[in-house]
């Protein structure tokens, strides 16, 4: 009797032993994998030129962040940035318009947006939209800031294949290789 006592703790203690093991395991592949942060919507009205897509690399925080929207409908792209905390910079020539930098490693191209009415919206001309769906479609991350302080990152993880759903018809003016404007 004495022997199986024994022989029970060693195997409790064996099965402590394997079952931390996978745990940490568990917990270790967890915490490697990638999240998908991309939502896609739409609408189909059985019209086209009614339906519509929208593409969303969402704000992780709504108090202090940004989200980029891309919507497709009636055959047109466009591309805005949701501010949720202050308004973006107004540039320096007018007040409608706001100056952005893409940051994509290390080199910096700038671009002028549509500052909508209150600030808390940007337009991305179709020129600045092209440039960065072809950052997003080369580079694993692209940041934007639009002043000191005033910045966010965008994971391109798993971007090309939500892009493609919004099934919009691709940019025709987007450069192969963009030239990188050093600051």
């Known amino acids: 009797m004495v022997q199986t006592v024994v022989e029970m703790l060693q195997n409790r203690h064996t099965n402590a032993i394997s079952f931390l093991i996978c745990f940490t395991l568990l917990a270790l592949c967890a915490s490697c994998s990638r999240t998908d ?3 896609n919507s739409s609408i ?3 019209n086209k030129a009614f339906d519509s897509a929208k593409l969303i690399y969402p704000a992780s925080n709504f108090t202090h962040d940004y989200q980029l929207e891309l919507l497709y409908v009636d055959n047109s792209l466009k591309g805005y940035i949701n ?3 202050g308004k973006a910079p107004i540039h320096a020539e007018d007040n409608e318009l706001s100056m ?4 994509v490693n290390g080199n910096r191209y700038e671009t002028i947006a549509d500052r909508l009415s ?3 919206r940007i337009r991305l001309p179709t020129e600045a939209l092209a440039l960065l769906i072809n950052l997003l479609e ?8 639009f002043k000191e302080g005033m910045k966010f990152n965008i994971s391109s993880y798993s971007f090309k294949k939500h892009f493609k759903s919004l ?6 003016f ?3 290789d963009p030239v990188g404007i050093a600051l």
């Open 138 to 145: 080369k580079h694993s991350e692209v940041t934007i800031i």
């Open 83 to 85: 501010l949720y905390s």
């Open 100 to 103: 952005l930098k893409f940051i």
């Open 174 to 176: 987007i450069p192969n």
């Open 118 to 120: 209150g600030g808390q």
């Open 37 to 39: 942060s991309w939502r």
């Open 44 to 46: 189909k009205t059985g």
């Open 167 to 172: 099934k919009a018809k691709p940019l025709l």
